[in-house]
């Protein structure tokens, strides 16, 4: 596509592409917020679950979980929470791979109430060093989500590394 349209054109299309902290949709915030506000709420209904489901299927069905209705609702809440977050700002690809293996890495625990709540926070600060590396090093000569695809996509590599020496 780069060869067959205008560098004026591909600015756009590139523009559109990429996450931009900068670029958020404004007419979809307000509905975005209320919208979030309700997922979380009935995830709330769901999280009493989460350390029962990360010990397998057969042990959460055995400890009396409805583990493919529970999975299933999961989904739905996380396919809601990505189509808004991609909605407001773009795609980030490697941020929740990047946030939830460094939540594990550094709280050493599987408790979902502390890896939940640890995983926003680091999100948020890998959200804002990322802005901040493309305000002042970069300055707006890139999007943030160049950035946290590069760190996430050598992590990804890191781990894919760690995982076949295992």
Known sequence: MQVLI??????VVQDRMFASFNNVNEELFIISVILMLVTTLYFI??????????????????????????????????????SISTVLVGPITFLGLLVANVAYQFLKT??????IVGGILISIVALILGQLIV???????????????????VYFIYLLLKESRA
Do not use: W
């Not at 205008?6 to 600015?11: A, G, R």
């Not at 769901?46 to 989904?75: C, M, P, T, W």
């Not at 599987?110 to 890896?115: R, T």
């Open 45 to 82: 209904r769901f999280a009493k679950y989460l350390d029962v489901l990360s010990l397998g299927r057969e042990h959460a069905i055995n400890l009396g979980v409805n583990y493919n209705g529970v999975v299933k609702q999961l989904f739905i809440i996380i396919a809601i929470l990505i």
């Open 6 to 11: 205008d560098p004026n054109e591909f600015q």
């Open 135 to 153: 305000e002042r090093v970069f300055t707006f000569s890139t999007t943030i989500s160049v950035i946290i695809n590069f760190i996430g996509g």
């Open 110 to 115: 599987y408790q979902h109430s502390v890896l």
